[in-house]
C-alpha cells in the first residue's frame, strides 16, 4: 500500500537545470575547461563535489582540496544569486495538482532531493508548506545513487520504506529508490533505467496508481 510519494525536487517539482548549467559554465570558463550539455547531463542528481570532480575531469591540472571546495562554494554562490529569480510561476505543470490531490487522499508527500539548496528553491517558489518533511543534502553524506536520502525522508515521514514511491527524472534517483526498497517512477531522462517501476510522460499520471 502507497502511504507516501517521494518527490525529487530539480526536473520533478521545479527546473533549474539551466541555472546549474550556468554557475557551472561560469566556473568551466574560469578554469578553462570544456563544458557542454553531454557534461551537463552527467551531473544530474548527484552532488556538488562530486559534479566539480566530473567536470574537473576536462582540467589541464590537479586542484587542491583547498581549491575544489573554493570552486564549489563559488558555484554555489552564483547559483544562490540565479535561484532569486525564481517565482511559482516556475513550478512544473501538475504538480500542483497532484500534490493537492495527494493531499486529499490522506497520503504524505517529501522532498528527496540532493541539494543543499532545496528549502530556499521550495520557499522561492511558494511550496514549502505543501510538504510534510523536507530531505536534502543537508541531511547526508552520500549522494544518489546511494539510498540515504530517501531513507532519510521516510524517516522524517515515519513511513516504511516498503510503503513509498518515488518520483524521479534521472537514473541514479531511480536506483536510490531501487536501493532503498522503494517503488520508483521515472519521468523525462529516468525512463531509461533498468530500475524503474513506473514510466510516465507527465508527472500526472501517477494519478492513475491510487
Known amino acids: ?3 507516501a510519494f517521494i518527490f525529487d525536487l530539480d526536473g520533478v517539482i521545479v527546473s533549474t537545470d539551466r541555472l546549474h548549467y550556468e554557475a557551472w559554465k561560469t566556473i568551466a570558463d574560469q578554469e578553462h575547461i570544456e563544458f557542454n550539455e553531454s557534461i551537463n547531463n552527467r551531473l544530474r542528481g548527484v552532488s556538488r563535489m562530486e559534479s566539480l570532480d566530473i567536470i574537473l575531469e576536462k582540467g589541464h591540472k590537479q586542484y587542491t582540496l583547498e581549491e575544489k571546495d573554493h570552486l564549489a562554494t563559488l558555484k554555489n554562490t552564483i547559483y544562490r544569486s540565479l535561484l532569486k529569480n525564481l517565482s511559482p510561476n516556475d513550478v512544473l505543470p501538475g504538480v500542483i ?3 493537492h490531490h495527494l493531499k486529499e487522499k490522506g497520503i504524505k508527500v517529501a522532498i528527496g532531493s540532493s541539494s ?3 528549502p530556499t528553491i521550495l520557499a522561492y517558489i511558494g511550496l514549502t508548506g505543501m510538504f510534510d518533511a523536507i530531505a536534502d543534502g543537508n541531511d547526508i ?4 545513487p546511494f539510498p540515504d536520502v530517501f531513507l532519510k525522508a521516510a524517516e522524517k515521514l515515519n513511513v516504511s520504506s516498503s510503503c513509498c514511491l518515488v518520483v524521479e527524472d534521472a537514473e ?4 536510490a529508490a531501487k536501493r532503498a526498497g522503494m517503488k520508483s517512477i521515472a519521468l523525462s531522462d529516468a525512463r531509461k533505467s533498468i530500475y524503474a517501476d513506473y514510466r510516465f510522460d507527465d508527472i500526472r499520471e501517477l494519478l492513475s496508481l491510487l
Open 1 to 3: 500500500m502507497i502511504e
Open 97 to 99: 495538482e497532484v500534490l
Open 116 to 118: 543543499k539548496n532545496a
Open 141 to 144: 553524506t552520500r549522494s544518489k
Open 172 to 175: 541514479a534517483g531511480i536506483e
